[in-house]
């Protein structure tokens, strides 16, 4: 079950984290108030990047340990 769980939540973790990538690839800045904005969504990409990296760090870590467990 956990197993399962954990390789049917990847391809959407992957997704999201592409993304966030293209979202990044795609920021721009033209003018001062674009710049703020910029930085505001930057800084939430990647935290929403992190956030992932985590997920599936910890979705792996649990699958390693269900199939070394025992």
Do not use: H
């Not at 990847?10 to 997704?15: H, I, M, Q, S, T």
């Not at 033209?30 to 956030?51: D, G, I, P, R, W």
């Amino acid at each position: 079950e956990d197993v399962m769980k954990i390789l049917e939540e990847a391809p959407n973790a992957r997704k999201a984290l592409r993304e966030n990538y293209d979202n990044l690839l795609n920021v721009s800045c033209s003018n001062v108030k674009a710049l703020e904005e910029t930085k505001k969504f930057t800084a939430q990409s990647l935290a929403s990047v992190a956030y992932q990296i985590s997920t599936l760090a910890s979705s792996v870590l649990s699958l390693l340990d269900i199939l070394f467990s025992g």
